[in-house]
């Protein structure tokens, strides 16, 4: 489902930041980072800890605003929009910790993940309105076969507090997909799953690259990244080291230090 | 003892309105809304001075509360967007007590701590018992119309919205959601019914006075929609005429202990609320009528 436009050679990556800055007080979390992530593959954004790789993410989903920089998303800036309007967008991202709305269903979760929802306009909910409904419907069906998709079929009525870890991960793409986004941002989809659960998941966001969608994630399981990431950026102290394959950042230099802990 | 009984029956009614009320803002926005007494004497003042001294034609007076309680909502909203828990919970506290001491001492606009009397009521007050069955008639009506639509907002995308705003604002912002908005819509809404609450008591009651919108009101709805079910619309309801069941039903138990002077007998009526309250929750702790969630269509 690759637009035509992007996979001309020569456009414009679906999603590039540049020069971003952003300080805590003294501390400088991103320090001209900057990157490009080419659609329909998996992108991973490796680094040591404290490298900013999740203050990035707060960026790019707005819930953060850059001091300096700018960041494209399919052509048009959003640095500094609100969350919900990128969200909105086709920009989508997930948590590190399995976050959620612990008195809503499985299925309720999926649901609030909807898109486009004329329902959730008050003067449609007070008159009624048959697009809503008609949307509703839309959105219940999508919500079954994302379900199955992660064979999440059977917990659909329970309260998400009732899942696994692993469980609420799985949860957590399957949100993401009601979206019906365009590129999703993963913070650690694998952390704290067995290496079952992980490869699982793993091939979960393979074949979402399949289906035309642009994935970006951060994980520290370096065989995961090995496995399915065509591409890296590498982070360290708030700047980009290098963009590349993978075999090509374990060979540079100036990752091995930054991993080591050396001067970056 | 039937007028009384009609009486409980009302007063009843318009605590309905405001657990319903309560249901929303809290229950369903989650937002701790501590001020439920101002908007319930927003409410019932700006319907008494149109009714009483604007002479506008009675049925506007409820229409009026509503606005005003819904724009006194709006602006308690957007001063408080910041505020979540206990913050919000003591800026809306003081919100009421704010609008308690303006209507105490601002005497050219309120009449000061003599109130408002001689309001009328929906039906003539000289007609005894119908006007006492009329407008408990009204008051259920408002409390039914009130009722059918939280139902609505609850089963919609509206409400689902809204409650995954009160688990997460962060999480909702991501999926979509303008935080900001469904707050602010569930608020004036919510105000706007315990302004409708406020003109229903102020035209039953004939007389509208500071000293009836004490935090105390408030307190009373909290226990109510915390026995009924914080996020059940029928719970809310229950809720609060058990309450108020409860509290009638204590003022006859105290008689049966004449030794007690009547200030022990006040106290000791509000440590049987509370009792019930801790018995309610114990027994079942999300309330009689617990949240529901929406089923998955079956394939």
């Given at each position: 489902?690759?637009?035509?436009?992007?996979?001309?050679?020569?456009?414009?990556?679906?999603?590039?930041?540049?020069?971003?800055?952003?300080?805590?007080?003294?501390?400088?979390?991103?320090?001209?980072?900057?990157?490009?992530?080419?659609?329909?593959?998996?992108?991973?954004?490796?680094?040591?800890?404290?490298?900013?790789?999740?203050?990035?993410?707060?960026?790019?989903?707005?819930?953060?605003?850059?001091?300096?920089?700018?960041?494209?998303?399919?052509?048009?800036?959003?640095?500094?929009?609100?969350?919900?309007?990128?969200?909105?967008?086709?920009?989508?991202?997930?948590?590190?910790?399995?976050?959620?709305?612990?008195?809503?269903?499985?299925?309720?979760?999926l649901?609030?993940?909807?898109?486009?929802?004329?329902?959730?306009?008050?003067?449609?909910?007070?008159?009624?309105?048959?697009?809503?409904?008609?949307?509703?419907?839309?959105?219940?069906?999508r919500a079954l076969a994302v379900a199955a998709r992660l064979?999440l079929?059977?917990?659909?009525?329970?309260?998400?507090?009732?899942?696994?870890?692993?469980?609420?991960?799985?949860?957590?793409?399957g949100?993401?997909l009601m979206?019906?986004?365009?590129?999703?941002?993963?913070?650690?989809?694998?952390?704290?799953?067995?290496?079952?659960?992980?490869?699982?998941?793993?091939?979960?966001?393979?074949?979402?690259?399949?289906?035309?969608?642009?994935?970006?994630?951060?994980?520290?399981?370096?065989?995961?990244?090995?496995?399915?990431?065509?591409?890296?950026?590498?982070?360290?102290?708030?700047?980009?080291?290098?963009?590349?394959?993978?075999?090509?950042?374990?060979?540079?230099?100036?990752?091995?230090?930054?991993?080591?802990?050396?001067?970056? | 003892?039937?007028?009384?009984?009609?009486?409980?029956?009302?007063?009843?009614?318009?605590?309905?309105?405001?657990?319903?009320?309560?249901?929303?803002?809290?229950?369903?926005?989650?937002?701790?809304?501590?001020?439920?007494?101002?908007?319930?004497?927003?409410?019932?003042?700006?319907?008494?001075?149109?009714?009483?001294?604007?002479?506008?034609?009675?049925?506007?007076?409820?229409?009026?509360?509503?606005?005003?309680?819904?724009?006194?909502?709006?602006?308690?909203?957007?001063?408080?967007?910041?505020?979540?828990?206990?913050?919000?919970?003591?800026?809306?506290?003081?919100?009421?007590?704010?609008?308690?001491?303006?209507?105490?001492?601002?005497?050219?606009?309120?009449?000061?701590?003599?109130?408002?009397?001689?309001?009328?009521?929906?039906?003539?007050?000289?007609?005894?018992?119908?006007?006492?069955?009329?407008?408990?008639?009204?008051?259920?009506?408002?409390?039914?119309?009130?009722?059918?639509?939280?139902?609505?907002?609850?089963?919609?995308?509206?409400?689902?919205?809204?409650?995954?705003?009160?688990?997460?604002?962060?999480?909702?912002?991501?999926?979509?959601?303008?935080?900001?908005?469904?707050?602010?819509?569930?608020?004036?809404?919510?105000?706007?019914?315990?302004?409708?609450?406020?003109?229903?008591?102020?035209?039953?009651?004939?007389?509208?006075?500071?000293?009836?919108?004490?935090?105390?009101?408030?307190?009373?709805?909290?226990?109510?929609?915390?026995?009924?079910?914080?996020?059940?619309?029928?719970?809310?309801?229950?809720?609060?005429?058990?309450?108020?069941?409860?509290?009638?039903?204590?003022?006859?138990?105290?008689?049966?202990?004449?030794?007690?002077?009547?200030?022990?007998?006040?106290?000791?009526?509000?440590?049987?609320?509370?009792?019930?309250?801790?018995?309610?929750?114990?027994?079942?702790?999300?309330?009689?009528?617990?949240?529901?969630?929406?089923?998955?269509?079956?394939?």
């Amino acid at each position: 489902m690759r637009t035509a436009a992007a996979s001309l050679p020569g456009a414009e990556p679906p999603l590039v930041a540049e020069n971003i800055r952003l300080s805590f007080g003294g501390l400088k979390a991103l320090d001209g980072a900057g990157f490009q992530v080419r659609p329909g593959i998996v992108t991973g954004l490796i680094g040591p800890n404290g490298a900013g790789k999740t203050t990035m993410f707060n960026v790019l989903s707005g819930l953060l605003r850059p001091d300096a920089g700018s960041v494209r998303f399919l052509g048009r800036r959003i640095d500094g929009e609100r969350p919900h309007r990128i969200a909105r967008q086709g920009l989508v991202r997930t948590f590190q910790i399995a976050r959620g709305f612990p008195r809503l269903s499985v299925f309720e979760h999926l649901m609030v993940y909807g898109a486009r929802q004329p329902g959730e306009a008050l003067i449609a909910t007070l008159f009624g309105s048959a697009a809503a409904r008609r949307r509703e419907a839309e959105l219940a069906e999508r919500a079954l076969a994302v379900a199955a998709r992660l064979r999440l079929s059977p917990l659909l009525d329970h309260p998400v507090t009732a899942l696994s870890g692993g469980q609420k991960k799985l949860l957590e793409i399957g949100r993401a997909l009601m979206t019906e986004p365009r590129m999703i941002l993963f913070d650690e989809p694998a952390a704290g799953v067995n290496p079952t659960l992980a490869e699982e998941i793993g091939d979960h966001l393979l074949r979402l690259a399949e289906d035309g969608l642009t994935v970006l994630i951060v994980e520290h399981d370096m065989a995961l990244i090995e496995r399915i990431c065509q591409r890296v950026v590498v982070m360290a102290q708030g700047r980009t080291l290098m963009e590349g394959g993978f075999d090509e950042a374990r060979a540079d230099r100036a990752v091995q230090d930054a991993y080591l802990g050396g001067r970056a | 003892m039937l007028t009384y009984l009609l009486f409980a029956l009302v007063v009843g009614s318009v605590y309905a309105l405001l657990a319903q009320s309560l249901m929303l803002s809290w229950g369903l926005a989650g937002l701790v809304n501590l001020g439920l007494a101002g908007f319930f004497a927003v409410g019932a003042y700006a319907s008494a001075m149109l009714v009483a001294w604007g002479h506008a034609p009675v049925l506007l007076g409820p229409l009026a509360a509503m606005a005003a309680a819904g724009v006194a909502g709006l602006v308690v909203c957007f001063s408080t967007l910041r505020l979540r828990d206990d913050y919000l919970a003591i800026v809306t506290l003081g919100f009421a007590e704010v609008v308690r001491l303006v209507a105490s001492n601002e005497v050219w606009l309120t009449g000061g701590t003599d109130g408002i009397s001689g309001i009328p009521g929906f039906l003539r007050r000289e007609s005894g018992m119908a006007f006492h069955l009329g407008t408990l008639a009204l008051a259920l009506l408002a409390v039914a119309a009130v009722y059918l639509l939280q139902r609505r907002l609850l089963r919609s995308p509206w409400g689902r919205a809204l409650r995954s705003v009160r688990e997460d604002e962060t999480v909702a912002a991501v999926a979509g959601k303008n935080v900001v908005r469904f707050k602010a819509q569930a608020f004036a809404l919510a105000a706007a019914i315990a302004g409708l609450a406020g003109a229903l008591y102020g035209h039953y009651t004939s007389y509208v006075a500071p000293d009836q919108f004490q935090p105390l009101i408030t307190i009373y709805i909290f226990l109510a929609v915390t026995a009924g079910g914080n996020a059940r619309p029928a719970g809310a309801v229950v809720g609060a005429y058990l309450l108020v069941g409860f509290l009638e039903a204590t003022r006859f138990a105290a008689e049966w202990l004449p030794e007690l002077s009547a200030l022990q007998r006040a106290s000791l009526r509000e440590m049987l609320v509370g009792l019930g309250l801790v018995v309610v929750l114990s027994l079942r702790p999300d309330g009689l009528l617990p949240e529901r969630s929406q089923k998955a269509p079956s394939r």
